[in-house]
């Protein structure tokens, strides 16, 4: 019944989020070895608009979700920083909204949050 619901429902949200983190933890890996833009190049489907929406709509979803919002930042940092295309997609998407938001919660529930969230975007708009 709905308990087999919620507990499924945790159980996709937190795949969700792992794999988030696997991605993020790629995307610094790749950029610290300074091959993220030969695979964006490559990997176009990290570079749509759908692919960000959908890390930016987790990242506003931060006062539901904060570790997950957190592992999007993460996960958005290298691709903002190494992409002028990618950073104007997300800014046209609403970036500075959810980064406003994400701070904020961040600075009451999740210090990694508070903390991740504004560098991400601050420095390169």
Not at 39 to 48: A, D, G, P, R
Not at 54 to 70: E, F, I, K, M, N
């Amino acid at each position: 019944g709905q308990a087999a619901a919620s507990a499924e429902a945790q159980a996709m949200a937190l795949m969700h989020r792992k794999a988030v983190s696997i991605l993020a933890n790629c995307f610094e890996a790749l950029q610290q070895t300074g091959e993220l833009s030969q695979f964006l190049s490559t990997y176009e489907s990290f570079c749509t608009t759908n692919f960000l929406a959908a890390l930016l709509d987790d990242l506003s979803q931060c006062c539901q979700r904060p570790h997950g919002a957190c592992e999007s930042a993460r996960c958005l940092r290298p691709l903002i920083c190494c992409s002028l295309s990618i950073r104007r997609k997300v800014l046209d998407l609403g970036a500075q909204d959810a980064v406003a938001s994400a701070a904020q919660e961040g600075a009451c529930r999740h210090l990694l949050l508070q903390e991740d969230a504004p560098v991400s975007f601050e420095k390169y708009s």
